[in-house]
Structure formats: C-alpha cells, structure tokens
C-alpha cells in the first residue's frame, strides 16, 4: 500500500523484498510443536476409517489449499519457484504408492532432529536409518 506500506512499515522505493519460507514452516499458529517431525499433523481432521486411496487425496487437497494460502512451501514462491516439482511428486507418489502398499516402514533409532541453520533442509548427520517389513497379504 503506498499510504502504509507493508505491515505498517514504509520502503523506500525499489526496495528488494523477500519472505523467509522457513519462517512460514515454523510458524506456530499454522503448526504446533514447528519443530517436532510429525508428518501425521496433516492427517488431522481426516477420518482414520476411510480408505488409504481416499484418505491421501484429502491430505493432498489439504495441502494445495495451504499452498495457496501460503501456509505451506515446500517448492518455494514466485518466479523461483522449484522448476521440477510437478516431475518430483509424480515420481514421489509412485514410489510410495509401491513401497507403501507392500511394505511397513518404521524407524531403526527414533531421535528428535535438531534444525540446522542454512538455506535448505538435509538429513542429519548420521543419516535416517528405517526398516521395511513386508505386510502380509
């Protein structure tokens, strides 16, 4: 707004602007615990007794409606956004879809994860070790 500028704040003109995605993760009015590993927050609100097949188009619709709030970035923003994220979540959900449905994958040495500083998120050191055990059929 040229009156107020953002948030209150005024810029001098061609100021560059940029938003941290790693704030918006860690934010914890959008997720309690930011730094806790708990992938299963986004299974809130979906019922358990639904079928897998439907229950992950909930949490995927679920998740493009956060995108667009911009509650959720996993691909970045904007004109830099991941080039290839569309090919990476292709072959993403075919890679779970078959290890999922064959396999019950647990962790061999649970530990919390301490956040590193940095521009971009990795494992940690030592590595995720899990375990596949195949389900019965």
Known sequence: DPETGIGGFRYPKDTLLTCSIIGVHMDPE????????????????????????????????????????YQMLPFGVGPGRCIGRHLFMGIAYSVLDGLLSRFDVELVNPR????????????????????????AR
């Open 30 to 69: 959008l997720y309690p615990e930011p730094e806790a590993f708990r992938p299963e927050r986004f299974f809130e609100g979906i019922p358990d007794d639904l079928p897998m097949a439907e229950r992950g188009r909930r949490v995927w619709a679920k998740a493009r409606e956060m995108e667009m709030n």
């Open 112 to 135: 919390p994860l301490e956040p590193e500083g940095g521009l971009s998120v990795g494992p940690p050191p030592g590595g995720v070790v899990v375990r596949f055990r195949p389900r």
